[in-house]
Each structure stands twice: as structure tokens, then as C-alpha cells.
């Protein structure tokens, strides 16, 4: 059972214009999301998150919107840049637990 | 202190070996937890400590798995009698606070043959 899904395996944007990564989710407990970047060879590092009190989050380039009636979020980047290209991944948890991963979303910025 | 260390970084061995991994988390972080992610998925959790204390094992965890986390400190994850399915990267992260994310270590890839 796959509680958190990114449906869109790839992304390819244009650089300097903005990035828009999706993900669902299935289970209605579920109260902090977080995205996490991952490059080649090494671990996931966290961008950014929200809780479900909220519906968005800023952190500069990052925005983090949360629509708990759809169980859907999404992450822009703008502008994005060539090095933000890599694997992007959404993760839910209930409380302060264990974290549910979706597939990931690999994001190719060209210049 | 650097983040989360992850010993090996790599390692290859024969199927039916035991093998053991490292990680020694950020040093004020209370938690610990172990994923494992293979090519084209997202890390899958396998368990994690508060503490010295186990709070939850995933049913993935079979009982060839087995983590400790003495004295609170760093934390080993053994895998016995392996097998070519448990060919992934081992995730090791930690953490004080759900808000500001787990830090997570480079991982440990284990190649059965």
C-alpha cells in the first residue's frame, strides 16, 4: 500500500522559470510533510516542510503548499537553477515518527 | 560534529554472509532511524530508536534483521544469512525535532553476489 505517491517519475524545466512537484497522499492521519533533495551517491537532504495546520510554507527559493481536503502538496521552486537538478522526494509522518517516502520525482533544470 | 556517519560506505559479499553496519547519528540527536532504498524508490523504513530504546520495527525487518542502539549512542544494523534481495542502500538518519527534518548519512550500499 503506497500512502504517499509522486505520479510524475521525470520533470524537465527551463532555467530561471519555476519547478512544480507534486505528490498525494492516502492516509488522513498524516500531520507533518516534508521534501527532501537527494544527488547521486549520497543521503537525502531535507529542503523544507509544513504541518497540516498550515497551507504554506516559504523558505527563499522553496514553497511548500499543503490542500488537506485533496491530501495533495506540492513544492515550487522559483526561480530554479541548474543546481537544483536531482531526485526530489515528499515524506509524511504522523506526529513525530517514522517518515512514509513517495518514489521520488527526478528534476532536470537546463540552462 | 560533521552530520551523520555511515561505515562502510560500500560493501560486497557473498550470499549466506553476515554483515554489519554503522552509524553514529548527530550527537544530540535523541533519535535514530534506519531506511533502506533501492534503485528507483523512495527509502523505505525499517526501524528506529529513541534513545537506547527500540520503538518500531517494520514488517520488512525480518528476523535475519537485527539493530542495536547501545547506550543511546550509535547504532549497528546486522544482516544475517544474506541474500541477493537484500542487495539496496542502507540509510542511516537522525534527528531532535519532526519540523527541521532528519539528517540523513550517505548511506552504506550492499551489493549480495
Known amino acids: 500500500d503506497q500512502q504517499v505517491k509522486q505520479n510524475s517519475p521525470s520533470l524537465s524545466v527551463q532555467e530561471g522559470r519555476i519547478s512544480i512537484l507534486n505528490c498525494d497522499y492516502t492516509?488522513?492521519?498524516?500531520?507533518?510533510f516534508l521534501w527532501y533533495k537527494k544527488y547521486p551517491a549520497e543521503g537525502p537532504t531535507f529542503l523544507i516542510s509544513?504541518?497540516?495546520?498550515?497551507d504554506k510554507n516559504e523558505d527563499g527559493r522553496f514553497t511548500v503548499f499543503l490542500n488537506k481536503s485533496a491530501k495533495h502538496l506540492s513544492l515550487h521552486i522559483v526561480p530554479s537553477q541548474p543546481g537544483d537538478s536531482a531526485v526530489y522526494f515528499c515524506?509524511?509522518?504522523?506526529?513525530?515518527?517514522?517518515?512514509?517516502f513517495g518514489q521520488g520525482t527526478i528534476l532536470t533544470v537546463h540552462p | 560534529d560533521t552530520g551523520v556517519s555511515q561505515d562502510p560506505r560500500h560493501k560486497i559479499t557473498k550470499r549466506g554472509q553476515n554483515v554489519t553496519f554503522r552509524c553514529d547519528p548527530i550527537?544530540?540527536?535523541?533519535?535514530l532511524y534506519w531506511y533502506r532504498q533501492t534503485l528507483g524508490q523512495g527509502p523505505e523504513f525499517l526501524t528506529y530508536?529513541?534513545?537506547?530504546?527500540?520503538?518500531?520495527k517494520s514488517r520488512l525487518l525480518s528476523d535475519r534483521f537485527s539493530a542495536e542502539r547501545p547506550k543511546g549512542s550509535f547504532s549497528t544494523l546486522e544482516i544475517q544469512r544474506t541474500e541477493q534481495g537484500d542487495s539496496a542502500m542502507y540509510l542511516c538518519?537522525?534527528?531532535?525535532?519532526?519540523?527541521?527534518?532528519?539528517?540523513f548519512g550517505s548511506g552504506t550500499r550492499l551489493t549480495v553476489v
Open positions: 538518519a537522525s534527528s531532535d525535532s519532526i519540523l527541521y527534518g532528519y539528517t
Open positions: 492516509n488522513s492521519m498524516f500531520d507533518y
Open positions: 509544513i504541518s497540516s495546520i498550515k
Open positions: 515524506a509524511a509522518s504522523r506526529g513525530y515518527g517514522k517518515l512514509t
Open positions: 550527537s544530540e540527536h535523541n533519535r
Open positions: 530508536f529513541q534513545n537506547e530504546a527500540q520503538l518500531e
